[in-house]
T-cell receptor, first 113, second 106 residues
């Protein structure tokens, strides 16, 4: 099993460009999450999904959109990238809600210039 | 105010030393998680606990629900233990600490 994978691993964008980050999991997990990690701050939840076809906002959702068309995939979109979105993005999945262990992907390092 | 506070922020130890990392939280929780993040790498879950103590190899995690406090201990530390250790709690959502950066010197 690959666990949780993320594509791409690195990306550099110019301000105003758009991109999509792909997260895939092969553990048949219902719950999937997108976090961002910034220096000196803990992981912050951007959006999450409790099942195929569902999404919900987390702590810092502005500037991002998500979709969960298939159970195994969770996409994070940036429609118009801003330098404030320079960060490392982590995807995670779990079989249940917050009381369940989360499995993290390797991260995507995004730089917006 | 951060819901999860970790101490110390940075820690340097000699190989073989006993290490303790502390985590305090201010919200009601159903579980506490200890995560490990290696430089340039992903994040892995070390422990999930809601009471008492858990042990895995040289790592021990304890939690005191009444005091809202948890500790992660590493016995006989090794350079490969060098990583960032993150405490997270499950309340009505996940709350993450900012991490403790551990360096173990040979």
């Amino acid at each position: 099993n690959a666990g949780v994978t993320q594509t791409p691993k690195f990306r550099v964008l110019k301000t105003g460009q758009s991109m999509t980050l792909l997260c895939a999991q092969d553990m048949n997990h219902e719950y999937m999450y997108w976090y961002r990690q910034d220096p000196g701050m803990g992981l912050r939840l951007i959006h999450y999904s409790v099942g195929e076809g569902t999404t919900a906002k987390g702590e810092v959702p502005d500037g991002y959109n998500v979709s969960r068309l298939k159970k195994q995939n969770f996409l994070l979109g940036l429609e118009s990238a801003a330098p404030s979105q320079t960060s490392v993005y982590f995807c995670a999945s779990s079989s249940g809600g917050v009381s369940y262990e989360q499995y993290f992907g390797p991260g995507t390092r995004l730089t917006v210039t | 105010k951060n819901e999860v506070e970790q101490s110390p922020q940075n820690l340097t130890a000699q190989e073989g030393e006993f290490i303790t990392i502390n985590c305090s939280y201010s919200v009601g929780i159903s579980a506490l998680h200890w995560l490990q993040q290696h430089p340039g790498g992903g994040i892995v879950s070390l422990f999930m606990l809601s009471s008492g103590k858990k042990k895995h190899g040289r790592l021990i995690a304890t939690i005191n629900i009444q005091e809202k406090h948890s500790s992660l201990h590493i016995t006989a530390s090794h350079p490969r233990d060098s990583a960032v250790y993150i405490c997270a709690v499950s309340g009505n959502q996940f709350y993450f600490g900012t991490g403790t950066s551990l360096t173990v010197i040979p």
